[in-house]
């Protein structure tokens, strides 16, 4: 981010107040307008010490642009002081946006402000975080995440006192999967006139827990579905069609566009691994009752290469021609499956104004 200069600092008795202007979407962006006040309040720090300190208040509204079918729950506010240590300068926690003006509040100069949206996690969770480098530990997990309002996370430089606004981006933690279309054309086969039936699709291989933040890749710290469906690995989380999903109606040559969405922490696993195995989307039917397997690699070339990232979006067209393999793990042979794929960030809904 790019440091503004500015002609004067505050004097003593000023302070700033803000409007936080929320903007979530496959990148959300938090807007603080900060504006010159002429008080100070005394309020608690909310921090692990509960020190009484001097802050310069912020009032705060909120615009959403929202992902689809998405909701803004709770927000956390972590101010950190700007420098070698990192130390927590103050913290809040915002339960729900129901009209309730939010103080957002720091003293005066350089911070690290980092906003989490819809945890899940009790304020008191924060407790044990008392700089920037332990937030970044924090770790998240698959079972308790909701597509409709996802764990989100950004964070941006500011000095305190002086800057008149500054922008968060916030992105969700998770990745969208996507089987947009799906189609069989058997043609020439001996089984040319039969259909996919009974279908079941579901993401193999999972991470189901992830890092606030990473020095370098993605890699799973825990997985479901481990080599195939695992139904006791599905029923563990709080929203099951994440990963799992059925369609009812067979399918043959017409195309059929189920648009199921399904969702998974990254996984940028440069080599495949035992303990890093790459996340796959299976599709698993059957072609005159013989039970078979399509998986395809999620987010990676025909070498491996690349993967699943936070808040992407990998869109998936299948054009099945052939039985596939005999179990979710091994590949079809070539030409069994014509696969269309594309990345993109998660789609935004129309915007949304909600204002407090």
Partial sequence: MTKRKHSRKLKDGESFSAVLVTQFSKTSTLLISATLASSLLSVSCASPREMDCKFPIAEVSISCRAPEKSNAGSVDLFFFNDDELG?????????????????????????RLVVLANTSKDKYTWSDISCYETLTKATYSLDKESPDSPVMSGETLLSAG??????????????????????????????SNAKLENIKVYLTNVNSRCKLYTDSLYLPEGILNVGGLNESDVATLTHPEMIFREIEEPVGMGSIRPYLRFYCYPNEAAEESLGSPFTKLVVEGTVNGKVTYYPVCVGRDIEGKGGISRNKSYLIDL????????????????????????????????KEIISY
């Fill in 87 to 111: 130390r927590l300068d103050s913290y809040q926690r915002v339960d729900s946006l129901d009209g309730n003006v939010i103080q957002a509040s720091s003293r005066e100069g350089k911070k």
């Fill in 162 to 191: 002086a800057d008149k606004s500054c922008s968060v981006k916030l992105e969700p933690l998770m990745a969208e999967v996507v089987l947009r279309s799906i189609k069989c054309d058997f043609s020439g086969r001996p089984y």
């Fill in 319 to 350: 054009k099945i021609t052939r039985l596939g393999s005999e179990d979710p793990e091994t590949p079809v042979m070539e030409g069994s499956v014509v696969v269309v794929a594309e990345v993109a960030d998660w789609r935004e809904k129309d």
